[in-house]
């Protein structure tokens, strides 16, 4: 099982960037998804998470309004819609899936048990 995540990269500040994540393994096209980010020199954050389904997801009081999660079950992909990106965005972000059989959300990066290996977001000023 594996996460794969893709799209960062150099943007200015109010531009826009879009993060997807590829997941293998039949087993995590329906996990609970999410996204954290993780700055030089802080903890990993939380950044957006989703439902199973698709219907319910949750976001940081910092990134809400601005930044958009979504999945496709049939092709296994979960994604980041970034817009009106600052400075203090820049970070490697992660997509990670809880467990198969977990239904809840949740903003704890304890609780997702598969990670990606990240992709960097710089946001210049």
């Known amino acids: 099982v594996q996460l794969q995540a893709s799209g960062g990269g150099l943007v200015q500040a109010g531009g826009s960037l879009r993060l997807s994540c590829a997941a293998s393994?039949?087993?995590?096209?329906?996990?609970?998804k999410g996204w954290f980010r993780q700055a030089p020199g802080k903890e990993r954050e939380f950044v957006a998470s989703?439902?199973?389904?698709?219907?319910?997801?949750y976001y940081a009081d910092s990134v809400k309004g601005r930044f958009t999660i979504s999945r496709d079950n049939a092709n296994n992909t979960v994604d980041l819609q970034m817009n009106n990106l600052k400075p203090e965005d820049t970070a490697v972000y992660y997509c990670?899936?809880?467990?198969?059989?977990?239904?809840?959300?949740?903003?704890?990066?304890?609780?997702?048990?598969?990670w990606g290996q990240g992709t960097q977001v710089t946001v210049s000023s």
């Open positions: 990670a899936a809880r467990g198969s059989s977990i239904t809840v959300i949740s903003t704890s990066k304890s609780q997702y048990y598969y």
């Open positions: 393994g039949r087993t995590l096209s329906t996990s609970v």
């Open positions: 989703i439902s199973r389904d698709g219907v319910s997801s």
